[in-house]
């Protein structure tokens, strides 16, 4: 988990858990483009670079007994709930000490033990899933609540509109403590938002499943935090479902074949790099006086190490054994 | 015509195949009440539900109408609105929100009102439910039934008579019964309930009211993958399932009285996990084999029934493996001439049984 951090503003010592976990995330991420690059990572590679701060912000607020639900862009997310990079890591580079003993993949993460039921590579495929529990949790009258965090490419798909108007029927009576964290990072893959809806409000569409919403600025940290922790209250203590439209954005390529980004031009990345969610972090922190260049630096380099070790763990662990391809089909094959 | 279907055959030797409901033999379903399908079913849900609050039921019209078929007709007035959800017609949501309830410790049962609405849920069924146990390194299972109508034969046409069964068995992590009798209903909802991987749990709507049979009084469990072999023979075997297994047991008693050749008859009950080693003990024992599905032909569960006999059996066959399916047409349709053309019945078995029997 993030840091057990009372507030959620970054003028004290202890926000230096947030920017070691945000800084973390973004070498991480470059380590497996590195490794992708490589030919260690196969298949398709998303990194969530530029994102960082949706993540580490409403994960903040997860608490014990919440479930978490995301798309196929999840490595973030499994860090920040598992605390394990070096699991993560070997998931990514296929190998049988990763989380899902290198069955799943990048895109299809999931830690039971930590809440996080799954990345999920069919887009908008997991969002009924993440009702469905939500409508579990009150039915056994517990507290726990669901992150269901989907991109602003999830939301024209079928399954979204029929789940969320599940999720506002429900919650009505209080049975759905869904928290729709819609992460929008302006493009589906290669199409901008204004190419792919007439109505570019997206936070609006849970206007017609009677579900309230807002806007956070996806690349403040520190607006996150605030957002995070005031609805996820809101949410656990209605038992009705709420949405967040996090404005953000992919700094890097959709995916490894995606070099050209022949759909969004030069000079708009740059803006948006000016928005780094790391530099943000770093200029609140130094204007507060919190910290120093110097101990910043540190704090990267202890980010980075983590990051090594969890390359090199990969690197070196064993491939599965084949014996794992006929495991867990049915209850009766559990491995 | 089901009081002959209830002569199950008890020999069964080996631990795991002597399970409870498979030797219950015919003087204690005799003594058993005549319940329809329909009635089995609801009366089975209902005890279910009584039983284990973790049940809850969802889809279109299940609550306060009781279902299209009234196959829950009561269970919102006696189990309320949190157990019985009524929900619109939305069935991607339906299923992937019941696949979220079981992952989380419920077990729920959902309805689909016919298997040709079922299409909208196909990327729930097969990419999230058949799956989640695979990919979660075993952490999570998904012990959900989805109870579905299925087959033609009422002037449903289109998009109320399909057969779509083969898709989902060609789906790993599903599992698919589809029972013949108001007893089998019985023991397999109850194992459906209790398993803890998905089941598609498919009734033939033809059957619903149009049979009756004993149905077992208290726990009465048929183990999924366990087939019922309805009649026993030597000469022949015809392996059926769900409304085409009575079509095949009259086809082979109308074959027996004019040949005098003595005809097995096998009702698969659970295409998957499929019952191999009886499919392949018969068509080794008997020789000849016609297998009978109401579902398109090509890919269907009789074709890999019979690549199965290919497989297993070669060496004992004395004539190629026959099946008897419906044509390769994207439609049930509805003139009932054609219909009756498209859909396959005892007539049509024993015109092919009759072949097998004379090869």
């Known amino acids: ?335 | 015509m089901v009081q002959a279907l209830e002569r199950s055959t008890p020999e069964r030797s080996t631990p795991e195949r002597t399970a409870p409901g498979w030797t219950a033999g015919d003087a204690e379903s005799e003594r058993a009440p005549q319940r329809s399908l329909v009635e089995s079913i609801h009366d089975t849900l209902r005890d279910e539900m009584r039983a284990d609050e973790r049940i809850v039921v969802l889809g279109e019209d299940v609550g306060r109408r009781g279902g299209v078929f009234r196959v829950t007709a009561g269970l919102f007035e006696e189990f309320g609105e949190a157990r019985v959800l009524d929900t619109p017609l939305a069935e991607s949501g339906i299923i992937g929100t019941a696949i979220g309830m079981a992952l989380n410790g419920l077990r729920p049962v959902a309805e689909i009102q016919f298997l040709d609405f079922i299409h909208p849920a196909m990327d729930q069924l097969m990419n999230e439910a058949a799956r989640i146990r695979y990919r979660s390194n075993n952490d999570f299972s998904c012990p959900l039934v989805v109870r579905v109508p299925f087959g033609g034969g009422v002037h449903g046409a289109l998009y109320h008579s399909q057969s779509i069964e083969a898709v989902f068995v060609h789906t790993p992590g599903l599992k698919v019964v589809a029972p013949a009798t108001p007893a089998d209903a019985k023991g397999l909802l109850r194992a459906a309930i209790r398993d803890e991987d998905p089941v598609l749990f498919l009734e033939h709507k033809k059957l619903y009211r149009s049979i009756k049979g004993p149905v077992p009084e208290g726990p009465h469990d048929v183990p999924l993958g366990l087939a019922r072999v309805v009649q026993e023979g030597t000469d022949a075997t015809v392996v059926a399932y769900g409304a085409m297994t009575h079509e095949a047991t009259k086809a082979a008693a109308t074959v027996a009285a004019e040949t005098g050749a003595s005809i097995e008859v096998v009702d698969l009950r659970s295409l998957k996990p499929l019952d191999e080693e009886t499919v392949v003990a018969s068509a080794r024992k008997t020789g000849k084999v016609l297998v009978v599905a109401e579902a398109n032909r090509p890919c269907s569960v009789a074709s890999e029934v019979a690549a199965l006999i290919a497989e297993e059996a070669f060496a004992y066959l004395d004539a190629p493996v026959m099946r008897v399916a419906a044509p390769d047409v994207p439609a049930t349709p509805y003139s009932p001439p054609l219909e009756h053309a498209f859909m396959i019945d005892a007539e049509k078995i024993a015109a092919a049984l009759r072949r097998l029997v004379a090869y």
Request: some cysteine.
């Open chain 1, 1 to 335: 988990m993030a840091s057990s951090v009372s507030g959620t503003r970054l003028d004290n010592a202890t926000a230096l858990g947030w920017y070691r976990q945000i800084v973390m995330i973004r070498l991480f991420e470059e380590a497996a483009q590195r490794a992708f690059r490589q030919g260690k990572i196969g298949g398709y590679l998303h990194v969530y670079s530029g994102q960082e701060a949706v993540a580490t912000g409403f994960l903040d607020a997860f608490r014990d007994g919440d479930k978490m639900l995301t798309a196929y862009r999840d490595h973030a997310h499994a860090l920040i709930l598992s605390d394990d990079p070096n699991a993560v890591m070997a998931e990514l580079f296929g190998r049988g000490t990763g989380l899902v003993k290198g069955k799943g993949g990048s895109m299809h993460l999931f830690d039971a033990a930590h809440g996080m039921l799954g990345g999920y590579g069919i887009v908008g495929g997991h969002i009924p899933l993440g009702v469905g529990i939500a409508y579990a949790l009150r039915y056994q009258q517990t507290d726990g609540i669901v992150h269901v965090y989907l991109g602003d490419g999830a939301i024209h798909n079928a399954a979204f509109h029929e789940a969320a108007n599940l999720a506002g029927l429900w919650g009505r009576e209080g049975l759905n403590p869904t928290l729709f964290i819609l992460e929008n990072n302006q493009y589906g893959m290669g199409t901008s938002v204004e190419r792919a809806t007439a109505m570019t409000d997206l936070g609006a569409k849970f206007d017609s499943y009677g579900i309230e919403h807002e806007k956070v600025d996806g690349m403040d940290l520190e607006a996150v935090l605030e957002c995070a922790h005031r609805v996820t209250q809101r949410v656990r203590e209605t038992g009705k479902p709420y949405a967040v439209e996090a404005m953000t954005y992919r700094l890097v390529p959709h995916g490894a074949g995606d070099f050209l980004e022949r759909y969004r031009s030069k000079d708009e990345v740059r803006q948006w790099r000016e928005r780094d969610p790391i530099g943000l972090v770093e200029r609140k922190l130094l204007e507060a006086g919190v910290v120093d260049e110097q101990r910043l630096g540190e704090i990267r380099d202890e980010a980075k190490r983590i990051v090594d070790e969890a390359v090199r763990f990969a690197d070196e662990s064993p491939e599965p054994p084949l014996s794992e391809l006929h495991t867990d089909v049915y209850a009766d094959t559990a491995g």
